[in-house]
């Protein structure tokens, strides 16, 4: 069987799928399996979290044979990442998921909004029609109106669950400070007190 993966120089690291996310594993056997070239590349340059990308971020996805001695086993070689359970990669764990956790804000508001507005629509059409609606049409005014209502609590409750988490975590300019940090410590350098030969190539 034909099929594309996403992966890293090293086959270390596979694209995986759980449920609607990708998301990265070590066992080849669980990397996810592409149809077609096409679609690999469109999810490769614009469907990855940022988190995922970061660690296939210069492989394009690959055609192998299924099955393949080409594919890695994990029993007999055991594939480690130390990065991902780096602070580093907590750190960028969090911060997508924040940026996840404020977008999905955004869309919760616009979706409470909209579900407002129909309340307010029917609530007015029943109204204004006061004593001329059939039992027919006080039913499905009463049905539509009860839909809305329904639909504007699921909004209403998720937006709390977010709301609360966004609440209770380290605010975006926060985690920029640590994402700051992080990058001063990479490219930190040390500046001799008083041996100074020593970081001119000299020997002790």
Known sequence: MNGYVITDADKKVWVCKDKNSY?????????????????ANSVFKSSLP?????????????????????????????????????????????????????????????????????????EHYIEFNTGKLNA??????????????????????ELQIVQVALDRIAAPDELAHIDTKVKELETRQYTPREFKYLFEGENI
């Open 23 to 39: 998301t990265l594993s070590t066992d080849p056997n669980k990397a996810h399996i592409f149809e077609n070239k096409t679609l």
């Open 136 to 157: 027919s049409e006080g039913y499905k005014a009463f049905k539509l109106l009860q839909d809305v209502l329904l639909e504007r609590r699921k909004v209403k409750d």
């Open 50 to 122: 940022k988190i995922v990308k970061s660690r296939v971020t210069d492989v394009k996805a690959i055609k192998l044979q299924i099955c393949d001695d080409e594919m890695p086993k994990t029993a007999s070689q055991p594939q480690e990442i130390p990065e991902i359970d780096s602070s580093k990669y907590i750190v960028s764990v969090i911060s997508d998921a924040i940026a996840k956790l404020n977008a999905r804000y955004e869309v919760l508001v616009d979706e409470l909004s909209k579900y407002d507005r129909q309340r307010t629509d029917v």
